[in-house]
């Protein structure tokens, strides 16, 4: 009796430990060229501070995660950053595929007029602003 009740008990917590969560997978791709896959991504999770960076092909995946919603962010240098929201289920892989854009500068053009005691100059100097 002794031994059958160890041997329920070893297969039940590797049971339990098989089963180690929700996972989101996904790809981040470049909406700049032609959806072409992002390699060095940053992708996180708010709710859990968990992450990773997408790899040559654009692809992720954040494991072990618990059943329920979470906030994931997207990002790469010179993009938008882009936030969705995941809904995940236990023991389930959620799917996603995301496009990241070229994050827009606008340029002003500044006249500047510099004088000096021989001759005046002019000069323009142009500042980016988000």
Known sequence: MKHIFLIFAFLSSAIMFAQDGATIKGNVLDLEANNTPLEMAR???KETGDKTISDREGNFTLKGLNPGTYTVSLSFVGYETKTIEVKVAANHTT??????GANTLSLDALMLTLASSDKN???TITTASN
């Open 95 to 100: 799917q996603i595929k995301e496009s990241l």
């Open 121 to 123: 100059e002019t000069a």
């Open 43 to 45: 992708v996180s999770i």
